[in-house]
């Protein structure tokens, strides 16, 4: 992996990239005792997943940060240089507030409202099912 | 002969003289094109309901939770987690 990238996930994630995988051996550290930020890359795996392959190059994280915020985080290179763009949703009573670096604020609405609310529900049930082994639909454990 | 429900005009206008009598076996215009009316309706909320059902994935046989519910969901989940560990 070259260093360029493990700094950037080392940013991103906030852990060594080459020991984060070990975080994910489930036998060898058992889920209750991972942090909540660990518990969060879990999904975010799953996140990163739900929307087909990922282009060769790219990086990518979709995960629930908290019960009114969704984070789209992708980071690529390109011409040597790593690229980045995160988009923050913002559950709000009025509607998902999209927020973009260096874009206007904008209330989701149509087509992409469509598409982010599929995703969250596919999340919610690949997480809950795969992580938490929870039935989505009751919350109680599936063992 | 199965008697007739008691009858209740649906629109201002409709009225029975006296002595005419209601059955089904009598012939009943109204009562046809009432039928033939309802069930036309009754397509076409059907259709109308299945297209909508297909256009917002409402066909699955559960509902699905909103954007705010599964946030909730998920953060008490995480919560039972941390606090289970």
């Known amino acids: ?143 | 002969m199965s008697e007739f429900p008691q009858y209740q005009p649906a629109h201002e206008g409709t009225e029975l003289s006296s002595g005419d009598e209601l059955d089904f076996m009598k012939p009943n215009p109204n009562l046809e094109s009432l039928a033939v009316i309802r069930a036309a309706r009754d397509a076409h909320a059907a259709a109308l309901s299945k297209e909508a059902a297909l256009e917002t994935h409402e066909i699955l046989p559960v509902p699905l939770p909103s954007l705010a519910e599964i946030g909730d969901k998920l953060d008490e989940t995480r919560r039972q987690y941390r606090e289970a560990a």
Do not use: C
């Open chain 1, 1 to 143: 992996m070259a260093a360029v990238f493990k700094r950037a996930l080392k940013l991103l994630i906030g852990t060594d990239p080459s020991t984060r995988d070990l975080m994910y051996a489930k036998k060898a550290r058992p889920l209750g005792r991972l942090t909540e930020r660990e518990l969060l890359q879990l999904e975010s795996e799953i996140g990163s997943q739900l929307f087909g392959d990922i282009p060769k190059g790219h990086r990518r994280s979709f995960f629930n940060l908290d019960p009114k915020t969704w984070i789209w985080h992708e980071e690529w290179l390109e011409d040597g240089t790593l690229k980045q763009a995160t988009t923050r949703y913002e559950v709000h009573e009025q509607g998902v507030l999209k927020v973009q670096e260096g874009a206007r604020y904008e209330f989701l609405e149509g087509q992409e409202l469509d598409n982010l609310t599929l995703a969250a529900q596919m999340y919610y049930e690949r997480v809950m099912r795969e992580i938490y082994k929870r039935d989505p639909q009751t919350g109680q454990n599936l063992s």
